[in-house]
């Protein structure tokens, strides 16, 4: 699978790619919901002169989008507008929207180009790179997809200043899971600071590049991309809270398994606990809840024979792919949780 191009300077660096010859011909439909149509389409349009004549389709916002039968809709609005080949699909959004356009774009006469605009942080780090695309299914989150990499991804920064403070924590927390797993310096960085700057952008963009150009098909090393999200997962559908906040309650289990089982230092697990409940309150799960979960757990796509398995680290930089965890540790991972924030952390 060939990764598309990421272009890092913005809508100029846009307005420039589209006047080459390979886009000549090229049908815009820009794939948009209606926080990104008022927040980010007019500063699109201003800037990019190709894209003044686009057509768009306006889709629900947030992960409600990612349904067949959203995709059947923008299906049917394409072949009514005849859209042939030439016919490119621009995701203005964040990482939903390149998620399910990625989807339409991969199905719709055997596969069109699409350019991903990711405009919440999390898009940019994580969801709009790598080329996989997905819809929900069946109550299973994206548990219909393709390999489908975007032609193009333009990153800028730009649009993350409409993000609320939450949007802006669930970016973090995917920065964080990928600098875990791939570099531990700029892991160390961005839990003191907090913040990403247009260069750590950068760079965790290209280590998940990285990552994915040694495993395109998520058959071995890629993997470790999922750091935290087997819990994540879980937590995002029982507790309906954001992907990428349950992501960051998720490595906070899976780093408190991984000082049990791989000996990860407690001093990097407690830090970064401190992080995260610096800025969000924990939730207390009960037996209940756990039992609830596990089947969550069981059901996602990295259990294999029945037996869970997970991503855990052994240290910062140092993650190890599908260790066998049972049920009575993930309910302790999960359990110890709301009480250790409420503790001061066991
Ligand atoms: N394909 C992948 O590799 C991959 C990786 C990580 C996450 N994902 C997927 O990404 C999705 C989560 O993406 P997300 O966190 O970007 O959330 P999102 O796309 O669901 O958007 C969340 C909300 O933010 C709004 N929004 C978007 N841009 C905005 C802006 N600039 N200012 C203000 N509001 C804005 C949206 O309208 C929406 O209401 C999940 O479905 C997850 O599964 C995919
Ligand atoms: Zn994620």
Redesign the pocket.
């Known amino acids: 699978m060939k990764q598309g191009r990421t272009l890092y300077g913005g809508l100029r660096s846009l307005a420039r790619e589209l006047e080459k010859p390979e886009w000549a011909g090229a049908r815009y439909t820009i794939l948009l919901?209606?926080?990104?149509f008022q927040?980010?389409l007019p500063q699109l349009i201003s800037q990019v002169e190709a894209l003044q004549e686009a057509e768009f389709i306006e889709v629900p916002?947030?992960?409600e989008c990612?349904s067949l039968e959203v995709a059947a809709q923008v299906w049917q609005t394409l072949l009514e507008g005849g859209a042939d080949r030439n016919a490119v699909i621009v995701n203005l959004?964040?990482?939903?929207?390149?998620?399910l356009g990625g989807f339409v774009a991969a199905a719709y006469k055997r596969g069109l180009r699409h350019i991903n605009l990711?405009?919440?942080l999390?898009?940019m780090v994580?969801?709009a790179?790598?080329g996989?695309?997905?819809v929900d299914f069946g109550d299973v989150?994206?548990s219909l997809g393709f390999f489908h990499p975007a032609t193009l991804t333009v990153i800028d920064q730009a649009?993350?200043d409409?993000?609320?403070d939450p949007?802006r924590l669930?970016?973090l927390v995917?920065a964080v899971k990928t600098a875990a797993v791939a570099d531990p310096a700029l892991y160390r960085q961005i839990i003191a600071t907090s913040t990403l700057s247009a260069a750590d952008v950068r760079q965790v963009v290209r280590l998940k590049r990285r990552i994915v150009q040694a495993d395109p098909y998520d058959l071995g090393i890629r993997r470790i991309l999922n750091f935290g999200h087997t819990f994540g997962h879980a937590i995002e559908v029982h507790s309906h809270l954001?992907?990428?906040i349950s992501v960051g309650i998720g490595m906070a289990a899976a780093m408190y398994l991984s000082t049990k089982k791989l000996g990860l230092d407690r001093e990097a697990y407690l830090s970064y606990f401190k992080w995260l409940t610096g800025r969000i309150d924990l939730p207390r799960f009960t037996l209940k809840d756990t039992e609830a979960m596990l089947p969550l757990m069981h059901q996602d796509k990295k259990s294999a024979d029945g037996e869970l398995r997970c991503v855990l680290l052994q240290e910062p930089g140092a993650a190890v792919i599908d260790l066998p965890v049972s049920d009575h540790e993930v309910r302790d991972a999960l359990l110890q949780l709301g009480k250790a924030q409420q503790g001061g952390s066991r």
């Open positions: 919901d209606e926080n990104t927040l980010c916002a947030g992960e990612k959004g964040g990482g939903s929207v390149c998620d990711p405009t919440t999390l898009a994580d969801a790179i790598g996989k695309t997905a989150k994206n649009f993350c409409t993000l609320s949007q669930c970016g995917e954001p992907h990428g």
